[in-house]
């Protein structure tokens, strides 16, 4: 399953490359994308698991960027 989510406050280029690298060694992600300039995060996990892959996603950029906040 492949869903698009709008990103809240992702502070510059840099820090969304920064979180797009780290966010992809996290178990369960096939692929993840975070882009800046349109300010949105594309996820890819296997359907079973997809509810839990995004869990670990929302909660390591809650701790990794706190200013920036995943629109579910």
Not at 1 to 24: G, T, W
């Amino acid at each position: 399953m492949k869903k698009q989510f709008k990103l809240d406050e992702i502070d510059c280029a840099n820090c969304a490359r920064e979180l797009q690298d780290e966010l992809a060694k996290l178990d369960g992600v096939k692929s993840v994308s975070v882009n800046f300039m349109t300010q949105k995060l594309t996820l890819e996990a296997d359907d079973a698991e997809f509810d839990e892959v995004l869990n670990r996603v929302v909660e390591f950029t809650a701790d990794a960027e706190p200013d920036c906040e995943i629109i579910l």
